[in-house]
């Protein structure tokens, strides 16, 4: 008889564990999509991206797969990514993020050939390479990354096409030809039903 008791306190204790667990993951979502309410299903589509990231990177530190000087970077790198989602967001007003890229200093070769770009030369709206726009600097809790729209071949084409498009010196850079519409929002794409 006492066996049994005290199996049924054991189950009826972790039942409401668990409900006190479901319960606390249910207000963290609720309160994630409320936060994300004022965006469009592409928008909040990216942020829920940069939050499973997030959690794939808490799992792994978690599990010590990584050290911690990779899973802060990575941390910071995901929150400059965010910062500018919703900046980009909220100054367009528009549904659209472009791909995003946020590198540090020591991982240009990632994005870059040699010569890589300098650094003092990067601008917001510069064109590199004619695949990556910069967009700007975010110093994400004491690190410093550089953030890049990546152009998708519909809008490197259109670039290559352009007659005022010219090359910088260190044959990374070129800008834009001054057309009177911001170059660093891209139109909404048109389709049929």
Known sequence: MRRV????????????????????????????????????????????????????????????EIDRRYYLHNLNR?????QMALRIAHESGNDYLPELEAV?????????????????????????DYKFRFLATILS????????????????????????VRQQPNGHAATAPAAGADSTVRPRRVSSP
Do not use: C, H, W
């Open 5 to 64: 008791r005290r199996l049924t306190r054991l189950l009826a204790l972790t039942l409401l564990l668990l409900s006190a667990g479901a319960s606390a993951d249910a207000q963290k979502r609720q309160r994630a999509g409320t936060a994300d309410a004022e965006f469009g299903p592409n928008v909040r589509a990216y942020l829920g991206y940069l939050r499973n990231e997030q959690e794939v990177v808490d799992d792994r530190a978690s599990r010590r």
């Open 141 to 164: 809790r004491g690190e410093k990354f550089y953030l890049f729209a990546r152009l998708d071949p519909y809008e490197q084409a259109e670039m290559r096409k352009q007659g005022g």
């Open 104 to 128: 540090s200093l020591g991982e240009f070769g990632q994005l870059f050939e040699e010569p890589l770009p300098e650094v003092s030369e990067l601008e917001p709206g510069l064109l590199l």
């Open 78 to 82: 995901i929150n400059a990514l965010r």
